[in-house]
């Protein structure tokens, strides 16, 4: 149930308490007064479950937005070592023409082809180990989190559990 449901409900029973205090029924008061503290716990208990629900909703959504961060910051880093060895190439192809030896342009080639390739999969792997340490990060928020929200539940499911019985 949610909190806007037993609100609705506390209203409406609430309402039923007024009118039946302008009748002068003093048992169908007593009766709408029960019903009227039971909604009062019942949107008590549900707005207790709403918070756990949105503090879970909260870790979930900066969650997913810090690995769409880590991956757009990897892709980016990708592209820009791909960038590296076309420019590479370009330069090759530069150098070639512009009658510089085969040996040194090849070289050079070689040596910026290999450190463009060394970045992108520096990239990648800078990427794997931030989604490995946010996955651990927040496994363990939510280790730590969920039993307290889970007692909370119960703790609050046990004390609605008691009015009722009480009243």
Known sequence: KSAEDAENTFQSRLGTSAKSGSSGDSKAVAAAAKKSNRAAKDVEHSAGDDKAKAMRELRKHIQKAKKEEAHTLAREAREGARAAVKAAHALERAERHAGV?????????DRNTRIGEGMEDQAQNLQDEAEDKLERYFGTLEGRSEPLEDDAHE???KHLAAERGAV
């Open 101 to 109: 030896k085969e040996d040194s342009y090849e070289h050079a080639l």
């Open 155 to 157: 703790e609050a499911a």
